[in-house]
């Protein structure tokens, strides 16, 4: 099967009149159903859609998923780019679906238009964000697009009650992570806010390094619920030998020995004088908090043993001193 260039390049304007503003259009390149892309002037294009278009004939007697495939050679043989739109673009992390929900809640009665500034900002965020978690190969020109941004904050629509209710119905399906990030924050919108703005504040700072996150590089740590570059940030205070050096001897100065503030155990007692000097520091402020100053007190850190300290990180609903105290006499009891 053959086309004119002259009938593709029609079809790709028909698209653009009649098609892209659709709700079965909206974030198509984000649907694993297409794996390839017509790029022309700027823009993308399904390319069975427009073969489709192009020969009359329907989209099923395509063959596609291949770069072989015969829509593909159609638009290549008139010299059509074709590109590929899956297997490089990572899935979304914590981080970018808080960002996408603090959106979705700040305009839940007026969504943005899927070519907003809100959304092309959002993208621009993102991709920053994207800057720091993955390596750029990780990456395809269509990572975190505008077009893949409006469709994430729609398929929030689907877990709203407040759209629901309404009688309509959102996207039916979505990605991996949404109802989680929705059940952590959607009855907290102050709370999302507050970990969206640290996250933009902290894309500022190159405190923590690298933020690939890997809990078996991490053993016994669990990413927080606030996402992996404020974790990465937490971990990276809480491990700046500077300050833990000046907490120990602020701590030995004022009280003669390092004991941990969960439950007491005390190096030096156990293993003399191999444990002298030994105990492990946590950072004690709530990981929204890291919006503001890029400093670190000695008071913000808390002698733990290694023990006490893996327990506060275990699962992602990290423990504060307090809860972990609470635990430990309620266990001794």
């Given at each position: 099967?053959h086309a004119t260039?002259?009938?593709?390049?029609?079809?790709?304007?028909?698209?653009?009149?009649?098609?892209?503003?659709?709700?079965?259009?909206?974030?198509?390149?984000?649907?694993?159903?297409?794996?390839?892309?017509?790029?022309?002037?700027?823009?993308?294009?399904?390319?069975?859609?427009?073969?489709?278009?192009?020969?009359?004939?329907?989209?099923?007697?395509?063959?596609?998923?291949?770069?072989?495939?015969?829509?593909?050679?159609?638009?290549?043989?008139?010299?059509?780019?074709?590109?590929?739109?899956?297997?490089?673009?990572?899935d979304w992390t914590?981080?970018?679906?808080?960002?996408?929900?603090?959106?979705?809640?700040?305009?839940?009665?007026?969504?943005?238009?899927?070519?907003?500034?809100?959304?092309?900002?959002?993208?621009?965020?993102?991709?920053?964000?994207?800057?720091?978690?993955?390596?750029?190969?990780?990456?395809?020109?269509?990572?975190?697009?505008?077009?893949?941004?409006?469709?994430?904050?729609?398929?929030?629509?689907?877990?709203?009650?407040?759209?629901?209710?309404?009688?309509?119905?959102?996207?039916?399906?979505?990605?991996?992570?949404?109802?989680?990030?929705?059940?952590?924050?959607?009855?907290?919108?102050?709370?999302?806010?507050?970990?969206?703005?640290?996250?933009?504040?902290?894309?500022?700072?190159?405190?923590?390094?690298?933020?690939?996150?890997?809990?078996?590089?991490?053993?016994?740590?669990?990413?927080?619920?606030?996402?992996?570059?404020?974790?990465?940030r937490h971990l990276?205070?809480?491990?700046?030998?500077?300050?833990?050096?000046?907490?120990?001897?602020?701590?030995?100065?004022?009280?003669?020995?390092?004991?941990?503030?969960?439950?007491?155990?005390?190096?030096?007692?156990?293993?003399?004088?191999?444990?002298?000097?030994?105990?492990?520091?946590?950072?004690?402020?709530?990981?929204?908090?890291?919006?503001?100053?890029?400093?670190?007190?000695?008071?913000?850190?808390?002698?733990?043993?290694?023990?006490?300290?893996?327990?506060?990180?275990?699962?992602?609903?990290?423990?504060?001193?307090?809860?972990?105290?609470?635990?430990?006499?309620?266990?001794?009891?």
């Amino acid at each position: 099967m053959h086309a004119t260039k002259e009938a593709l390049l029609h079809a790709l304007d028909e698209f653009d009149r009649e098609h892209r503003g659709r709700a079965e259009w909206q974030g198509w390149e984000e649907n694993r159903a297409h794996k390839f892309a017509i790029r022309h002037n700027g823009r993308l294009y399904p390319v069975k859609k427009i073969v489709s278009l192009a020969t009359g004939a329907p989209v099923g007697d395509f063959s596609g998923g291949k770069e072989s495939g015969q829509a593909n050679k159609v638009a290549q043989e008139v010299d059509l780019e074709v590109i590929s739109l899956r297997g490089t673009n990572p899935d979304w992390t914590r981080d970018e679906h808080i960002l996408a929900l603090n959106l979705y809640l700040k305009s839940r009665e007026k969504p943005p238009a899927k070519d907003g500034a809100e959304i092309i900002q959002l993208s621009e965020l993102l991709n920053q964000l994207g800057d720091r978690l993955f390596a750029p190969e990780d990456r395809q020109e269509t990572f975190r697009n505008p077009a893949g941004v409006y469709m994430k904050l729609m398929n929030f629509r689907r877990l709203d009650p407040l759209y629901i209710e309404s009688g309509r119905v959102g996207l039916p399906r979505g990605a991996g992570g949404e109802e989680e990030v929705w059940n952590e924050f959607s009855n907290d919108p102050a709370r999302c806010e507050a970990v969206a703005a640290a996250i933009v504040a902290s894309l500022k700072t190159n405190e923590g390094g690298s933020v690939q996150f890997d809990p078996d590089e991490e053993e016994g740590i669990e990413e927080a619920p606030e996402g992996r570059l404020l974790t990465r940030r937490h971990l990276a205070r809480e491990r700046n030998r500077k300050l833990v050096a000046s907490k120990l001897r602020s701590v030995l100065k004022s009280q003669g020995r390092l004991t941990c503030e969960g439950c007491g155990f005390d190096f030096e007692v156990v293993y003399g004088s191999r444990g002298c000097g030994f105990i492990e520091c946590h950072y004690t402020k709530p990981l929204a908090s890291l919006a503001g100053s890029s400093k670190t007190h000695i008071k913000d850190l808390a002698l733990v043993c290694a023990n006490c300290h893996r327990m506060i990180h275990r699962t992602r609903q990290w423990l504060s001193l307090n809860e972990l105290r609470d635990l430990i006499k309620e266990v001794r009891r």
